[in-house]
C-alpha cells in the first residue's frame, strides 16, 4: 500500500471521527435538552393570552405566539418531549421485537420460520404510512396508538436483517463447537449469536430514527397522533395549519424543530455507519 493510500485512509478515519464527535453531541445536547424542556422555556408553554394572540416574531416572542396567545418557541421546547422521546420508544421496540422474531426464525427455522416470515412479506408488501393510517385509524389516535400502529408495521426489516445475520452465524465453526461443549440454546444465542448481529441492526436502528420521527409527525398531523393542547411537533403543525397564509410563523416553528431533529439523527446515523465500516477503521 502506497504512502498516498495510507495518509487518505488516516484522514478518513479522523474525518469519521470528527462527525461521530460532532454529530453524537449534537443529538446528545437534543436529548437532554428534551429531558429538562420544561425548565428552558422562556414563557408557560400552556398559558393562553388572548390579547396577544397571532403576535408576531419578536425579542419577547421569538418565534411569535399562537391563535391562543401561547409563546411558540416555549412550546416547540416542550414539545421535543413527547416528539423525541416517543421516536426513541418506538425505535426501541421495533428493534428488540425485530431482532428477536429474526433471531428466533433463523436459530429454529421449520414451519415457523416459514409462517414468521410470510407474514413479514405481507406487512413489506403494504406502504408503511398507508398501512399505520390504517391501523391507527382502528386503534382510534391517540400518541400511543400511533406508536403501536408504527411498530405493528416496522419490525419486519430488523426480522429480516436479524434472521440473515443469524443463518449465517449458525453454521459457523464456533457456534458447533459451542454446541459441541453443551452450550445450551439460550445461552448461545446471548453470548454469540446477539453480540455478531448488532452492528448492522444499530446501525440500522439509527438511521431509522429520523424516519420515524417524520411518520410519527405525520401521524399526528393528520389527527391520528398526539391530542391538543398536548405539544407534540406534528400536532402542532396540524393545529395551526390554517394558520399558514396568515401567520406562518406558528407553522413553520415545529417544523423546523423536526427538520433539525431529523437532520441531526440522520447525520448521526449516516456517520455510524460510515464508522462500522471497516474501511474507515483502518482494518
Avoid at 488516516?10 to 420544561?38: N, P, Q
Amino acid at each position: 500500500m502506497s504512502e498516498a493510500t495510507v495518509r487518505i485512509q488516516k484522514i478518513r478515519k479522523d474525518t469519521v471521527k470528527t462527525r461521530l464527535i460532532l454529530f453524537g453531541t449534537l443529538a446528545f445536547l437534543l436529548l437532554i435538552g428534551s429531558v429538562f424542556s420544561e425548565h428552558l422555556t422562556p414563557c408557560d408553554p400552556y398559558l393562553q393570552d388572548l390579547t396577544n394572540a397571532k403576535a408576531a416574531p419578536s425579542a419577547a416572542h421569538i418565534f411569535g405566539t399562537d391563535r391562543y396567545g401561547r409563546d411558540m418557541l416555549s412550546r416547540v421546547i416542550v414539545g421535543s418531549r413527547a416528539s423525541i422521546y416517543s421516536t426513541l420508544l418506538l425505535v426501541a421496540v421495533i428493534t428488540v421485537v425485530g431482532t428477536g422474531i429474526g433471531v428466533f426464525c433463523g436459530w429454529h427455522g421449520k414451519w415457523i420460520d416459514t409462517v414468521l416470515m410470510r407474514i413479514s412479506d405481507m406487512f413489506l408488501a403494504f406502504p408503511g404510512l398507508v398501512f399505520a393510517l390504517a391501523v391507527a385509524g382502528v386503534l382510534g389516535g391517540g400518541l400511543q396508538n400511533a406508536i403501536i400502529a408504527l411498530a405493528a408495521i416496522s419490525w419486519p426489516k430488523y426480522a429480516r436483517i436479524a434472521r440473515s445475520q443469524t443463518l449465517s452465524q449458525k453454521e459457523t465453526p464456533y457456534l458447533k463447537a459451542a454446541r459441541l461443549s453443551g452450550s445450551g440454546t439460550w445461552k448461545i444465542i446471548f453470548k454469540h449469536i446477539l453480540p455478531n448481529i448488532m452492528g448492522p441492526i444499530l446501525v440500522t436502528s439509527m438511521l431509522d430514527i429520523g424516519t420515524m420521527m417524520m411518520e410519527l409527525a405525520g401521524l399526528s398531523f393528520l389527527g391520528l397522533g398526539a391530542k391538543p393542547p398536548i405539544a407534540e411537533w406534528g400536532s402542532m403543525m396540524s393545529d395551526t395549519r390554517s394558520l399558514i397564509t396568515t401567520v406562518p410563523w406558528v407553522t413553520f416553528a415545529p417544523g423546523l424543530a423536526i427538520f433539525v431533529s431529523v437532520m441531526i439523527f440522520n447525520l448521526l446515523g449516516d456517520t455510524i455507519r460510515d464508522y462500522a465500516d471497516p474501511k474507515n477503521r483502518g482494518r
